[in-house]
């Protein structure tokens, strides 16, 4: 699976729009990027994917660049409990076969400030 | 709540005792995954199961490890002789497509 590069730390006032970056200049045709976050001690929290185009759902928007080689994670109204460690990761799609397991970087830990 | 459920929470056990562990999918995922995190980093992949079948199992997983997942339903992460380094979050996930993670199983070996 092609590597990923995220900022160590951000800091976000609360209620503004959170904006992490995700550098994958190595991914290939058939790679997702996924995007995960971990709140202190618990288990890490699935949040959205894309391939290509653009995704939003009820937590977050994905906005993937043009030739894929990046992606930002978008929290538009971000709040106290949005506090977390954030996850980018690439992995191929399809089902079986080396494409299963995720490979897990650091991340980035957004600080959500009153 | 994911709808994965991890058991015990938290385990404390001395150095050179057993523990397992136990997962419980979502009903309808016939993939199920262990991790394991350490303080400080992302959470690295153990092994793999598709239903009953353990398909891969990482450099990690020591000869003192074994997984089994009986009847491609539930499973049981087992850790034999356990050492202070075996100190970790061990976390379980289940799939149709995207992974489902559980809270997790705290490990403190002393």
């Known amino acids: 699976d092609a590597k990923t590069t995220q900022p160590t730390s951000m800091d976000c006032a609360e209620g503004r729009a959170a904006n992490l970056p995700c550098n994958h200049s190595?991914?290939?045709?058939?790679?997702?990027v996924y995007w995960y976050r971990q709140i202190h001690s618990q288990g890490p929290q699935y949040i959205i994917h894309?391939?290509?185009n653009n995704e939003t759902n009820e937590m977050a928007s994905l906005i993937i660049t043009e030739d894929r080689k990046s992606s930002t994670l978008i929290l538009p109204h971000a709040t106290l409990r949005d506090t977390a460690v954030y996850y980018c990761?690439?992995?191929?799609?399809?089902?079986?076969?080396?494409?299963?397991?995720?490979?897990f970087g650091k991340g980035t830990l957004l600080t959500v400030n009153p | 709540d994911t709808g994965v459920s991890q058991n015990p929470r938290h385990k404390i056990t001395k150095r050179g005792q057993n523990v397992t562990f136990r997962c419980d999918p979502i009903?309808?995922?016939?993939?199920l995954y262990w991790y394991r995190q350490t303080l400080g980093q992302g959470p690295e992949f153990l092994t793999y199961?598709?239903?009953?079948?353990?398909?891969?199992k990482s450099r990690l997983l020591s000869d003192r490890f074994s997984a089994e997942r009986p009847k491609g339903s539930f499973s049981t992460l087992e850790i034999q002789r356990t050492e202070q380094g075996d100190s970790a979050m061990y976390l379980c996930?289940?799939?149709?497509?995207?992974?489902?993670f559980g809270p997790g199983t705290r490990l403190l070996v002393l």
């Open positions: 894309g391939l290509k």
């Open positions: 009903s309808e995922h016939n993939r």
């Open positions: 996930a289940s799939s149709s497509e995207t992974q489902y």
């Open positions: 990761i690439v992995r191929a799609g399809g089902s079986g076969g080396s494409n299963y397991k995720l490979t």
């Open positions: 190595t991914i290939s045709g058939n790679e997702y």
């Open positions: 199961f598709q239903n009953e079948a353990q398909l891969e």
